[in-house]
């Protein structure tokens, strides 16, 4: 998508927007702003958990289901690489959501005495959507991730 | 209604690492839902997790109305000392439930 | 015809959005597939599944907690507990889950677990009914069920059962609703099959009462009856309804041989 935006070509490039808003909507039954308006709440939310700190990418692993059966119980695992000692471990990390009615889901707090940075739950997932992870370390560097994860809808078991 | 499920290794040995898995029955009411006049259900969930050894915090997690019903929390422990772990869940309306484990480091 | 075109177009429109499961992959279940009978688990998605696998993520295992709690718990004006005449649960009632519904002579007709937790109550215990879908029945029953985890399911349609087995059957092949559909037409003629975007099952009940992730908690088998039936625009019967009970006995039948799964996890 980053080429095409520096592409002149602005037929192609509106036949192929449409066509990226169409297979969303197909997606989630609902349309691309929506989920727009809702990234921006997820970038308000990160920003007041861990502050202004840019975020890096890598140390953290996400273990979602590509599809999930139903919305309601969404089973999501994180590791993040640490060596998780007194000097050096992960002090928290953050779920967001980007297609919730709310950004956040929940923020885990990890000590060194966990000796490794590794916990799961379940989540509530309204739609399609990315999943977010923030892990703040104990010395202040922030890094970041995101999974989407497909949500079924419909037929006797949505 | 029904008590919180744990599962803590009975013992482990110094440096191990183990899962600790948590489960509590919760309806986790997330304030959006509507009954059938059209008001909407007010929140109520469990909104904090913590779990302490001797009283030392371990491990705690923030929740939010986006956790699932019946709310699962499983974290990870690197035997060091023996002792009573500690596992608390506090509701919205005030209520906090608790239970607790004896963790053996050999 | 009407359902069977609703089904191959919903079927199409699901593939069309690229939907796949791994449960329609060809291969052996293991224990969850006899012959061609197919428990609701193989249909199920891999975390649906992982959840049932260890008993410490099954959700459904704090509702069981509460109905062993129940089981030893004094009640009624007679002040008896379930434990105090059938003592160790684990050895009275294992068994029991795997061969239910069984012909009652008090009634004349089969009964199920639900039922005769109820029977009990009032009559040795001198206590009031469990409501069919409280969390005591639900607790009790996923309990008492538990005790036959992974027995074939061996009820008996012979007998005095056996009109009442005919009855169910002819329930399961019955059209019925505004979408004029029988129990088969889903879960016979198109188990495998998507409607919309969920995957039919054969409509096994072995893992009943399950943890469902649509309700977010344990239901009855008669809940999902009255759910289905509702779905296909019908009046639901009753809980504990004889019309209920008579295709519970039907499909049974039809799971024979399935390990009694109690509590499952289902979508």
């Known amino acids: 998508m980053t080429r095409m935006d520096s592409s002149p070509h602005v037929t192609r490039r509106h036949v192929l927007v449409l066509t990226g808003a169409a297979a969303v909507a197909a997606g989630t039954g609902l349309l691309p702003s929506i989920a727009a308006a809702d990234k921006a709440a997820v970038e308000a939310a990160i920003k007041k958990a861990v502050g202004d700190a840019s975020t890096m990418s890598g140390r953290i692993t996400l273990d979602l289901p590509q599809i999930a059966e139903n919305g309601n119980t969404v089973p999501i695992g994180i590791e993040v690489d640490s060596p998780m000692t007194e000097s050096d471990y992960v002090k928290s990390v953050h779920i967001f959501a980007e297609g919730n009615p709310n950004p956040e889901v929940a923020s885990l707090h990890f000590t060194p005495a966990n000796g490794v940075a590794k916990a799961s739950t379940r989540m509530r997932l309204l739609r399609t959507q990315n999943v977010v992870a923030v892990a703040k370390m104990s010395d202040g560097s922030v890094y970041r991730e995101t999974v989407e994860v497909k949500v079924t809808i419909g037929g006797c078991g949505g | ?106 | 015809m009407y359902a069977k075109q609703l089904i191959a177009l919903t079927a199409g429109a699901a593939a069309l959005a690229g939907l796949s499961s791994s449960a329609l992959t060809d291969g052996s279940w293991g224990k969850y597939q006899v012959g061609d009978i197919r428990s609701g688990y193989t249909f199920a998605e891999p975390e649906t599944r992982a959840m049932q696998d260890d008993d410490f993520e099954n959700p459904a295992m704090l509702v069981l907690d509460y109905g062993a709690e129940l089981w030893s718990t004094k009640d009624g004006d007679a002040n008896k507990s379930c434990e105090d005449c059938h003592g160790d649960a684990e050895n009275s009632m294992k068994g029991v889950g795997a061969r239910y519904p069984v012909f009652y002579g008090p009634w004349g007709k089969p009964i199920n677990i639900e039922l005769r937790i109820n029977e009990c109550r009032q009559n040795n215990m001198k206590a009031k009914p469990y409501k069919y879908e409280s969390n005591e029945m639900l607790g009790m029953t996923a309990f008492l069920k538990y005790q036959s985890r992974d027995m074939p399911v061996t009820v008996d349609i012979g007998g005095p059962n056996k009109p009442f087995y005919i009855k169910g059957k002819e329930f399961y092949y019955e059209r019925r609703g505004q979408l004029d559909m029988a129990c088969k037409h889903c879960h016979e003629d198109n188990a495998g099959n998507m409607i919309r975007a969920n995957l039919l099952s054969q409509g096994q009940s072995n893992g009943f009462p399950v943890y469902r992730l649509k309700w977010n908690k344990v239901g009855s088998l008669h809940r999902r009856f009255r759910g289905c039936n509702k779905q296909v625009r019908s009046k639901p019967f009753g809980y504990g309804s004889d019309e209920y009970v008579n295709l519970e006995l039907y499909l049974a039948w039809r799971g024979r041989g399935l390990p009694v799964e109690s509590p499952a996890v289902r979508n």
């Open chain 2, 1 to 106: 209604m029904a008590k919180p499920r744990i599962k803590v290794p009975k013992s482990a040995a110094k440096g191990e690492i183990v899962e600790i898995k948590t489960l509590i029955s919760h309806k986790m009411e997330t304030g959006i839902r509507k009954d059938r006049d059209g008001n909407i259900i007010p929140r109520q969930i469990i909104n904090k997790f913590t779990c302490t050894l001797n009283d030392k915090m371990v491990f705690s997690a923030d929740w939010y109305p986006a956790v699932s019903a019946n709310p699962y929390m499983a974290f990870h422990l690197r035997a060091s000392e023996s002792g009573k772990l500690n596992f608390t869940w506090q509701d919205d309306n005030g209520e906090t439930y608790s239970t607790s484990a004896d963790f053996n480091v050999s």
